[in-house]
């Protein structure tokens, strides 16, 4: 019961008058939501309802489709970017070059959701008059939904002529495509052109919170050698300490050296250790084979580091190779960090200046306040790939529910009109800003 009690309460406290800075144009921006708001609902049931695990190539081509149509309505340029060099489906480009003079806009969508096609969550269902269930419905075919109608409503209240946008929806946001610089290619090229990225995740759920900093998220592999020989031995001048006392002191030091280090944090998630090991990384696992009277000769640890800025993920790399040195006798050990990864999108006076103005707009919409989300809570996303390309940078803004990832993940179709209107009135007024 709490998830169905939560949301509700929370759509009937996000329900209060406008006050008097609400000009006339975006009155007419609020009433456009209103009237395409069953539309909303009907394409975001739609969607939800079509299969686009990461893998489903076909199915998140599909769903790309069913918006580039939209967009193509709204008279933007869209295109299809073939994602086989990177070995996904692909994304959805569309811009619009209206005839302002003020910034250029970045919208940032995914079409893929964790739930492949031999996944049993695959259609919606009401858990009551407002309370959606389905797969994706806010990791983020809900946030797409907010894209197409906080600018279909623009353009109804002709405003949308006046702004300068670009749409990006990844096909491949929950399990990336590689290399990753191919991947983000087409994202990165939008950010370079643009002043302002905003991303419409559902970030942590809260509609009084938006996202200024996420952390980013990258891959190490440690890999230890020692002596092998008879447990009688270990210890000894001849053969030292073994590969698996040589990765525990490691990890060890890791945890004692870094663990009080605001927003870091580093994982080892598989480890295997024994005489031999064969480890699989395409697959996440292996086996490794080893007798209590053996001294270990080998063990691989897997892990990721994520981190809140690029200089702190530089200073715990030097903290991790240093540990890693000293080694115990008779060991060697190596730490490798994998190629990519999401970068930190890392907090600054940009990002916070536009939350200041979503804040301000949430207010004069009789929504309150909202407030950043802490950067422990903000996992790594596509709006990252846009830090220290773009002016300003926000996350965050999508529909509300929660569960997302499990079969559990629901949307709270009652939020929907309101958090379009205070996307829609928030674009307009960066819009105007020059």
Known sequence: MPRIIIPILASLLFSTALNAQVSKKERRIISAVDKYNPEATTLLKEVVNMNSGSMNFEGVKKVGEIFLKEFEALAFETRWVDGKPFNRSGHLVASYEGNGSGPKLLLIGHLDTVFEPDNPFQEYKMLNDSIMQGPGVVDMKGGDVIIVYALKALKEAG???????????????????????LARKDLIEAANKADIAIGFENGD?????????RRGSSGWVLEVSGNAAHSSQVFS????AGAIYETSRILTQFYEQLRDEEFLTFNPGVMLAGTSVDYDGANDGGSAFGKSNVVAQTAVVRGDIRAV????????????????????????????YSEGGY???SPSEGNNELLRLYSAVSSDLGYGEVTA?????AGAADISFTSG??????DGIGLSGGDDHT?????????LPALTKRAAVFLYRLSTQK
């Open 237 to 240: 001048e001849k053969v030292g």
């Open 205 to 213: 759920s809260n509609p009084r919170t938006a996202v200024v900093s």
């Open 389 to 394: 390309l773009v002016d300003k940078a926000m």
């Open 373 to 377: 989300v802490a950067p422990i809570n």
């Open 159 to 181: 405003l949308l002529k006046g702004m300068s946008v670009e749409v990006v929806m990844t096909g491949d946001e929950e399990k990336s495509g590689s290399p990753l610089n």
């Open 309 to 336: 800025s690029l200089e702190q993920l530089a200073r715990a790399k030097k903290i991790m190779q240093e540990v890693v040195a000293n080694n115990l006798p008779h060991t060697n050990a190596k730490l490798t």
């Open 407 to 415: 079969e559990g993940e629901y949307g709270n179709l009652n939020m």
């Open 343 to 345: 970068p930190p999108l």
